[in-house]
């Protein structure tokens, strides 16, 4: 079954703490990104990769970094954790060149 | 700058309407049209996408369109169930400047009652 697999689900972390959402999928694609989804603004991307090794920044990756050492992982850090980062994370993914995108099930993440 | 409108931010409507979800972008140049259904809790679960070069798309009792010169889409369902009740988000790729990433609107908040 194709998927897109997010861990943690649901996480309270404290202010500073580093934190890394993990993002899989099983599809062999070669594009994957990361979104978060807050109210009123909707969805924004906050990086993306077209490929291993290649990563570049979306809307709005200051306070994130990613790497894309295997085609099938694609890990969202959180190096120091603020507030204004608590949102819901969506990671997704697709074949290069393809139209069909496949949305992970979301990470609630709250930083207290 | 790419920029995605959606209307009405909530709709609620008796169940067995027709009903169209209203969605606009600004940058004509899009290479595709996405709508999107999202439910309380869940990912997105893409509906119909439209290329540039269509005009329409349908799936079940979903209808999609899409005028690019007018930067319109709409997203037609008929016969309304309960089922139906979700957030309809539509989301266009393309534009200038845009490297293949979905710019999405707000979305559309149904509710659908019995």
């Known amino acids: 079954e194709a998927q897109v697999t997010q861990n943690p689900r649901y996480l309270i972390t404290v202010t500073g703490k580093k934190l890394t959402v993990t993002c899989s999928q099983n599809m062999n694609h070669e594009y994957m990104s990361w979104y978060r989804q807050d109210p009123g603004l909707g969805l924004r991307q906050i990086y993306y990769?077209?490929?291993?090794?290649?990563?570049d920044k979306g809307d709005v990756p200051e306070g994130y970094k990613v790497s894309r050492k295997e085609k099938r992982n694609f890990p969202l850090i959180l190096e120091s954790p603020s507030p204004n980062q608590t949102s819901l994370y969506f990671c997704?993914?697709?074949?290069?060149?393809?139209?069909?995108?496949?949305f992970g099930e979301g990470s609630w993440l709250t930083v207290v | 700058k790419q920029e995605v409108t959606q209307i009405p931010a909530a709709l609620s409507v008796p169940e067995g309407e027709n009903l169209v979800l209203n969605c606009s972008f600004t940058d004509s140049a899009i290479y595709n049209l996405q709508w999107f259904r999202q439910d309380p809790g869940k990912g997105l679960t893409s509906l119909l996408l439209?290329?540039?070069?269509?005009r329409e798309q349908t799936s079940g009792r979903l209808n999609a369109s899409l005028d690019k010169s007018s930067g319109r889409s709409t997203l037609y369902i008929a016969a309304s169930q309960p089922g139906d009740s979700a957030t309809y988000l539509c989301a266009v790729t393309g534009g200038s400047g845009n490297t293949g990433k979905l710019i999405f609107g707000q979305g559309t908040t149904l509710q659908v009652k019995p």
């Open positions: 997704a993914s697709r074949k290069l060149g393809g139209n069909t995108i496949y």
């Open positions: 439209i290329q540039s070069s269509q």
């Open positions: 990769s077209m490929n291993v090794e290649v990563t």
